[in-house]
């Protein structure tokens, strides 16, 4: 048995994986990153718009800061995200950009002076700051107060990946590339690794480590069309759903982007809104400000998507071979800016559409984009069921996206996790509690288990078809757990989808061969798949509200009374769906109680607990103290940091003390 | 009327030494926007199981999919079929090390090709990340970022005439990190440090000029520019 | 917990040495090829300039041919300042035909690799590389030919001299011949030079006009050359039956 041992297992190379191996060998410990594709490949380096940061250096960013990030954040969850997480989170944006900023990212910086730009179609002339100047600027995007997306032109994932992981290189950390992990090993409620297939001669080894970090990313691809790239398959979802231990949070929480191409599903960024694209119908009407008076195109991404599905359903579509879509319309920004700032997306036009953005309309649809749902976890990135267990980034639900998360907050979400995670992971492993190892009786049992597994499918003569079944399985997700969603639709769902698994038992095999081959990936990775997809599917079944992407025609209102809370899934060993159950989101420990988001009409069924602590709030509100004072008497969050991260954030108008 | 494609696909399992490499003919008729990656996903899935390909975000930015499309190298993904002639032969990147058909391991030479380089930004400090950022200006920003974009998907290193002689040759992809780095201010190394990395034959003196690298650039980077601006610093280094 | 297998770094507890310089031979050795190809590459376009006056009549080439003999500086011929030229030229074309073998295949292997590639790449400035190293192997057995003609007898240049050498003295196809190789290759390599040194602004645009600026300059000398060629074996015929004359402008008395 080939053995290979670590102190932290991370399992994903895209931002959060790699960011938090960084932290863990800062702090003198061996991290390992395992990757299915060379870590430069993975689906962060397709991020473009930006990541936030409230840096508030540009004009329309000025008076920017953490606290009007934490409400943009928690209102676009629609209260539906952890407000401690999210606190974290908007004061760690800022340290993660200007880390970036030094470790070679070539942030788009404020020019002094006046410049245009097209807001709300118009153009208008802005000034910026002579002080500014040279500092990060930002643009804007959807769901958010102030302009607070930083940016490298419309590449800003590839720019991030690629000096996080010059940091891996140069300080040397492992990445064994083209492996995938098959299945945690773990002793009871404690996780000692991960048994791991190398995807290029099949070999199997088990990787034996004091914390093991799911950084997969997320589980788009179980829907039929997808921004997401081929990997996000959900396999770190399933990795945990798999131990029978662990718990996902929010997996009917699936957030569908506004503007994807049609008909390849590739995504163009939220940064051609921001910037001042517009939507338009069949008629070349821009028809958002009907719907949506105040943000427009900039409303948050789950009520733009459903806008526009809306807006097609009354007829005002286009039609087109795929089926039907809307336009976006940049042409108005100049070809000027687009060449500069918008240059990905110029590419994509070109080489998928042969068209030129700076003329032509694109065509675009909703298109499942982002899963907020994933491994759940402690404000600590740990499994609090399954000690030793981490997760970071898109595959987890460490929760600040709640129920829709916003534009540029995801990529910002996988370097403060990484940075987070990556030294609570290093105090776990330097912990007493990780120094238990894992026998390496049961490591064998565990590589012999998956083996004999691997040679019962690579074996398998039954006659149903992997391909086959995969794409039922999209073509149910996206019919029936998509952007609307119903009771009865979401029953035959599950149903489907329970006997896809039934089915996916049984598949037959053309090529056996147990190294690189892709059918038996493909083999392997369905019921996986299935299963995440029943989370995904049960969840939105059982959740009767409506809240942020989880939207429900026969409950169209958010249900705060019976549902400000967290969905639970676990999956039982030999159970034929998954078991769900729910974690109290406490109204009484609110910074921000609930409140309407102002998208459409209010339709809320409110806490019985909202108005008391709204009036709490208020009062501590009116004792006029500092912001910070403040705040941390709202919600105290700073003793969930680690120490080196707890200093303020220096702005122009508020320098360091 | 849609057309038939005849693809002529290279086979080879460099796993199994009774494994001979060879050609493999597939038919498909053409469907309007079909790519290269929706013809080698249908052929995988109607025809084929066991055809091994790389493609990550199909869209053209992850830089996996880099292959020979009737011998010239270019992302597959992005690739419309429609711009071909209806008999299309792929082959594996070559220069890299083959993992099975028109699978190759470019993560593996890249990684090498960094460590080597020593590509990365190599700064003064550990940030003060609580402080405000330093200042840089931003048309230089914009300029290091041009350099940036590079997805290191190999088809500069498949499309050059010395890379495909020398094995040690760094590449347009090495030399233009190199030249991302010498200008990022942040980066505190001088001509000197990078002569040590790439001022000999395998590095930007071995280059011929051949412009192979600069003409099949996927991002249409500045290759050419930047090799003759490395040139020129590097050989200064030469002159005491 | 692992942390503890770490070997000592032993990189670490050595003296802090200063590492070697790396060799700057790589440097100077590319900046001597690029300088000895520039200027042989000049010196041939101004070459096929002294040939070409034979185009405007038989004085004019026996003035240049004087000129660089020192008649006009001296009053007298010195044909050996020819000789020291020819033998300057022949001393810079081994230096860049040994810095230039470098980068030719070694090997086997490296030659079929290339074949390989520039046969399915189907790029033309690939192509021309290949150009490159058959007109610079084929110029390194021919061109001595010549050099040492010129060497041996640097008097022996002028319009029936020369017109003598190439079609009486059987030259001319030698000549035919390295006339196509030597602009070829200095046309090529020019362009090569500048695609190398020179840092363009707009790549694309500047490497289009490069290349039909090539081109152009290519063509011009070798229908310059061709028809300088044509005039020497014109002149050759008919001056077939009196070989060995040499040529007096009607306006000296007496050979110089």
């Known amino acids: ?657 | 009327m849609s057309r038939s494609l005849n693809f002529a696909i290279f086979r080879h399992n460099p796993r199994d030494p009774a494994d001979v490499p060879r050609t493999q003919e597939y038919r498909l008729d053409e469907t309007p926007g079909m790519t290269l990656f929706i013809a080698l996903t249908r052929i995988r899935e109607e025809q084929d199981p066991s055809l091994n390909f790389d493609f990550v975000c199909r869209a053209g930015v992850c830089g996996s999919c880099a292959m020979l499309i009737n011998g010239r190298p270019g992302l597959a993904c992005r690739t419309l079929t429609a711009s071909l002639p209806p008999d299309i032969s792929l082959f594996p990147l070559p220069g890299f090390e083959l993992i099975g058909d028109l699978s190759v391991n470019t993560g593996k030479w890249m990684r090498a090709m960094s460590e080597r380089l020593r590509a990365w930004l190599h700064f003064e400090a550990e940030p003060e990340v609580d402080a405000l950022e330093a200042r840089m200006e931003p048309e230089l920003a914009e300029q290091v970022y041009e350099l940036d974009r590079c997805t290191e998907c190999g088809c500069c290193v498949a499309g050059c005439g010395t890379a495909q002689m020398r094995a040690d040759f760094v590449g347009a992809v090495g030399m233009n990190k190199i030249a991302r780095f010498r200008l990022d201010p942040r980066d505190v190394r001088s001509d000197a440090d990078f002569y040590e990395v790439v001022g000999d034959d395998s590095g930007v003196f071995g280059c011929m000029s051949l412009l192979g690298c600069h003409d099949l650039c996927p991002k249409r980077l500045p290759l050419q520019t930047q090799i003759a601006y490395l040139r020129r610093s590097m050989a200064r280094q030469g002159l005491w | ?256």
Request: proline fraction near 4%; include cysteine; charge should be neutral.
């Open chain 3, 1 to 256: 917990m692992f942390a503890e297998v770490d070997v000592v770094n032993l990189s670490a507890l050595t003296p802090a040495a200063v590492p070697p310089r790396p060799s700057l031979w790589p440097a100077r050795m590319d900046i001597l090829q690029s300088a000895t190809g520039l200027f042989l590459g000049l010196f041939m376009w101004l070459h096929m300039f002294f040939v070409a006056s034979i185009l405007l009549g038989h004085d004019a080439f026996w003035t240049v041919a004087r000129f660089f003999e020192g008649y006009f500086f001296f009053g007298r011929s010195l044909p050996w300042l020819v000789s020291l030229f020819v033998a300057a030229i022949a001393a810079m074309l081994i230096v860049h035909a040994w810095l230039a073998l470098r980068k030719f295949p070694a090997q086997w292997k490296q030659h079929a690799a290339f074949w390989r590639h520039m046969g399915r790449l189907r790029h033309g400035d690939t192509t021309l590389w290949l150009v490159q190293v058959l007109t610079g192997f084929a110029m390194f057995f021919l061109a001595p030919v010549h050099l040492y003609l010129m060497l041996a007898h640097p008097e022996l240049i002028g319009p029936y001299e020369s017109a003598d050498r190439v079609w009486s003295g059987r030259m001319w196809p030698l000549y035919l011949i390295l006339l196509f190789l030597v602009e070829l290759h200095a046309g090529v390599g020019l362009y090569r030079l500048a695609v190398k040194w020179v840092a363009f602004g707009d790549p694309r645009r500047s490497l289009r006009i490069l290349g039909r600026l090539k081109w152009a300059f290519t063509v011009f000398f070798l229908v310059l050359g061709l028809l300088s060629l044509a005039a020497y074996v014109k002149l050759g015929i008919e001056h077939a039956d009196r070989v060995g004359e040499p040529y007096i402008p009607a306006w000296i008395k007496t050979a110089p």
């Open chain 1, 1 to 657: 048995m080939k053995l290979m041992h670590t102190d932290a297992l991370i399992i994903g190379g895209g931002l959060a994986g790699q960011r938090a191996a960084i932290g863990v060998r800062r702090r003198g410990l061996d991290a390992l990153i395992l990757s299915l594709v060379p870590a430069r490949r993975s689906h962060s380096v397709a991020a473009q718009g930006g990541m936030q940061a409230s840096l508030g250096h540009c004009a329309k960013g000025e008076g920017d800061n953490e606290d009007v990030h934490f409400e943009d954040t928690v209102r676009g969850s629609d209260w539906g995200c952890d407000q401690i997480v999210a606190r974290m989170f908007a004061h760690m944006a800022p340290k993660a950009a200007r880390e970036m900023a030094a470790w070679g990212v070539p942030w788009n910086r404020v020019r002094r002076g006046e410049h245009q730009v097209v807001i709300n179609g118009e153009h208008v002339s802005l000034v910026e700051r002579d002080a500014a100047h040279g500092l990060i600027t930002a643009r804007d995007f959807g769901g958010t107060r102030k302009w607070r997306t930083c940016h490298t032109s419309d590449g800003t994932g590839h720019a991030l990946l690629y000096a996080v992981s010059d940091r891996v290189i140069a300080e040397s950390i492992p990445v064994h590339d083209r492996k995938e992990a098959l299945a945690l090993i773990l002793d009871g409620g404690r996780c000692h690794g991960a048994v791991v297939r190398d995807l290029v001669s099949g070999e199997l080894a088990a990787y034996l480590a004091g914390a093991t970090v799911i950084a997969t990313g997320g589980y788009g691809r179980i829907y039929g069309v997808s921004t997401n790239a081929l990997i996000n398959e959900g396999m770190g979802a399933a990795l945990a759903l798999e131990t029978g231990v662990a718990r996902l949070g929010n997996m009917e929480a699936v957030q569908f982007h506004p503007t994807a191409i049609v008909p390849a599903g590739i995504l163009v960024t939220e940064g051609c809104r921001g910037d001042g694209g517009l939507l338009k119908d069949v008629d070349g009407y821009r028809f958002m400000p009907d719907y949506e008076p105040d943000k427009k195109e900039l409303a948050s991404r789950d009520v733009v998507s459903r806008r526009m599905a809306e807006h097609m359903r009354r007829g005002k579509g286009v039609r087109s071979p795929y089926g039907e879509h809307l336009w976006l319309d940049i042409t108005g920004l100049g070809a000027d800016h687009i060449d500069r700032n918008l240059r990905e997306v110029k590419d994509i036009c070109q080489y998928f559409l042969g068209i030129d953005p700076a003329r032509d309309y694109i065509p675009v649809r909703p298109t499942q984009h982002y899963s907020m749902g994933g491994v759940r976890t402690d404000h600590s990135g740990q499994s609090p069921w399954l000690a030793g267990l981490f997760s970071c980034g898109e595959a987890a639900c460490w929760d600040m996206h709640g129920f829709n998360r916003l534009g540029g907050n995801s990529l910002a979400e996988t370097l403060v996790a990484g940075m987070l995670v990556g030294e609570s992971v290093a105090d776990y492993c330097a912990s007493a509690e990780a120094e238990a190892g894992c026998p390496t009786a049961l490591a064998r049992e565990f590589l012999e288990r998956e083996q004999a597994e691997l040679a019962a499918i690579a074996s398998g003569r039954g006659n149903e078809e992997a391909v086959t079944l995969r794409r039922r399985m999209e073509t149910v997700m996206t019919d029936s757990v998509g952007l609307f969603r119903n009771g009865p639709a979401l029953a035959a769902a599950v149903d489907e989808l329970a006997d896809l698994l039934r089915r996916s038992r049984h598949l037959g095999m053309r090529c056996r061969r147990l190294d690189a081959n892709p059918e038996l990936v493909q083999a392997y990775r369905l019921p996986r798949m299935l299963k995440v997809a029943l989370t995904v599917a049960l969840g939105a079944l059982r959740r009767t509200e409506s809240r942020g992407a989880h939207f429900r025609e026969d409950f169209p209102a958010r249900d705060d009374r019976h549902w400000l809370n967290r969905t639970l899934a676990s999956w039982r060993p030999g159970d034929e769906l998954p078991t769900l159950d729910y974690e109290v989101l406490d109204v009484m420990h609110m910074e921000l109680p609930p409140g309407f988001r102002g998208y459409g009409v209010k339709n809320i069924i409110d806490h019985p607990l909202t108005a008391a602590r709204q009036s709490e709030v208020d009062e501590l509100r009116e004792a006029r103290l500092d912001r910070h004072a403040l705040q941390s008497h709202l919600m105290a969050f700073k003793q969930f940091l680690p120490e080196r991260y707890r200093g303020r954030n220096a702005r122009l108008d508020e320098p360091l003390p």
